[in-house]
Nanobody, 121 residues
């Protein structure tokens, strides 16, 4: 059974940093395509960053230069380092995984339960 468990969310002031983690189990992690999505209150889920099995990355324009996605295949974990956080980054953040490279499309078959990020001004 595939499980994705996020951690690392919290409350931070604008300009601060947070690091999200997503631990995967029950899945051939090294060959998986992984991504982070977020869903602000009252809005649709949107792609934030994606990383393929070779380590290639894709970012939404709104987070380029501030967020960094990475993966540790040995520990089956992916990370999202978030710097220079803004109030508009406030959202529930989800990690996602699949065997297909959906990049930033919300078509992934496996999802975590989410972790809340709140940025105050």
């Amino acid at each position: 059974q595939v499980q994705l468990v996020e951690s690392g969310g919290g409350s931070v002031q604008a300009g601060g940093s947070l690091r999200l983690s997503c631990a995967a189990s029950g899945y051939p992690y090294s060959s998986a395509y992984m991504a982070w999505f977020r869903q602000p209150p009252g809005r649709d889920r949107e792609g934030v960053a994606a990383i393929n099995s070779a380590g290639g990355t894709t970012y939404a324009n709104s987070v380029k230069g501030r967020f960094t996605i990475s993966r540790d295949n040995g520990n089956s974990t992916q990370y999202l380092q978030m710097n220079s956080l803004k109030p508009e980054d406030t959202a529930m953040y989800y990690c996602a995984a699949d065997r297909v490279d959906y990049v930033l499309w919300p078509r992934y078959n496996f999802w975590g339960q989410g972790t809340q990020v709140t940025v105050s001004s």
